[in-house]
């Protein structure tokens, strides 16, 4: 059994930064993606970054320029490096890890091509 942990929301005030981590246990998971979804009040969880296998990352256009995800896979843990936060970037963040072994962009962004998924991170950027 996989267990996904998110740390370092918060709240921040617009132009601040914040730097997301997802610990998983249970399995090694370098060989498949990871990634960032979020999800504000009343809307759908949408993508955010994913990195696969490779290193390779792909943004949404949102937070491209904005935001940087990383792994370490010694320690199976994901990061987003979030600079330049908006209101709008205001959401429960969550990690979503087994995804698919591929840097095929709408496979990257899919929720359904994700395996494990974590609490959410809550990150609440003040205007």
């Known amino acids: ?17 914040l730097r997301l ?18 999800q504000a009040p009343g809307k ?5 970054a994913a990195i696969s296998w490779s290193d390779y990352t792909y943004y949404a256009d949102s937070v491209q320029g904005r935001f940087f995800i990383s792994r370490d896979n010694a320690k199976n843990t994901v990061y987003l490096q979030m600079n330049t936060l908006k209101p709008d970037d205001t959401a429960l963040y969550y990690c979503a890890a087994g ?7 709408s496979l990257l962004s899919s929720k359904t091509q994700y ?7 809550q990150v609440t950027v003040s205007s």
Not at 1 to 17: D, Y
Not at 22 to 29: K, M, N, P
Not at 99 to 105: E, K, N, V
């Open 1 to 17: 059994q996989v267990q996904l942990v998110e740390s370092g929301g918060g709240l921040v005030q617009a132009g601040g930064s």
């Open 21 to 38: 981590s997802c610990a998983a246990s249970g399995r090694t998971l370098s060989m498949n993606a990871m990634a960032w979804f979020r």
């Open 44 to 48: 759908e969880r949408e993508f955010v």
């Open 99 to 105: 995804g698919p072994r591929s840097t095929i962009r």
């Open 115 to 121: 395996t494990y998924w974590g609490q959410g991170t």
